[in-house]
Structures are given as C-alpha cells and as structure tokens.
C-alpha cells in the first residue's frame, strides 16, 4: 500500500505556471505508475497525465498536451506536474495516484488507479 500527499497548488493568473508535487509513502513507489486527475466543481474526476513505473514513458490529455510535464523522482518518492500556460479552465483539485496493476498501462480511467491522495486546489483567474 502507498499513501500520497499532494502539495503545491495555489492562485495562479492565466499564463502563469504552478508546479504540483506528490509525495508517497512506502518504499515501493518505483512499483507504480502514477497518474494525475482533475476535478472541477460538479464535475467527473477527469485524467490528465500519467507516467510509468521508470519514468521513461509518459501520456497526457490532449486538453493539456504541450503545456503539462509529469515526471517522477523514485529516489525522493515523489511525482511531479509541471503546468505551463495555465487557462481558467484548468481550475480545479488536483489529485495523485498510483495504479496497482501494470497490466491497466495506457488507461485514462480513474477506476484503475487503487491509492490516492487527498489533492490539492488550483485556481487560475482570468
């Protein structure tokens, strides 16, 4: 099991840039893919980047692609999400998260990622 812990977020003005970090627990975070999610004010949890267990691959929303970076330290624990360009649309709670099961690689679907943390709320004015 891993816990995460998101940190990072904050008001940003259109244009503008945030980096998110998440720091996990345990000392298997190199066994996950990790992932990033969004979810605005009645709205569904949506996916927005995501990378592989080494780091070496990576997939993005079209939404984001070209403005966002997720990297991962495994020596530090931690998951990153560099977001450049920053619209108003992209306000909302960021949230972490690791997927157990390998074989669900490439999936966008919230429903496969098992550990997640509490999130972090990103506001970006016009």
């Known amino acids: 099991q891993v816990q995460l812990l998101e940190s990072g977020g904050g008001l940003v003005q259109a244009g503008g840039s945030l980096r998110l970090s998440c720091a996990a627990s345990?000392?298997?975070?190199?066994?996950?893919?990790m992932g990033w999610f969004h979810q605005a004010p009645d709205k569904e949890r949506e996916f927005v980047a995501a990378?592989?267990?080494?780091?070496?691959?990576?997939y993005y929303a079209d939404s984001v692609k070209g403005r966002f970076t997720i990297s991962r330290d495994n020596a530090k624990n931690t998951v990153y999400l560099q977001m450049n360009s920053l619209k108003p649309e992209d306000t909302a709670v960021y949230y972490c998260?690791?997927?157990?099961?390998?074989?669900?690689?490439?999936?966008?679907?919230?429903?496969?990622?098992?550990?997640w943390g509490q999130g972090t709320q990103v506001t970006v004015s016009s």
């Open positions: 998260a690791a997927q157990a099961d390998v074989s669900e690689w490439g999936r966008r679907d919230p429903n496969v990622f098992d550990y």
């Open positions: 345990g000392r298997t975070f190199s066994f996950y893919p």
């Open positions: 990378i592989s267990r080494s780091g070496g691959n990576t």
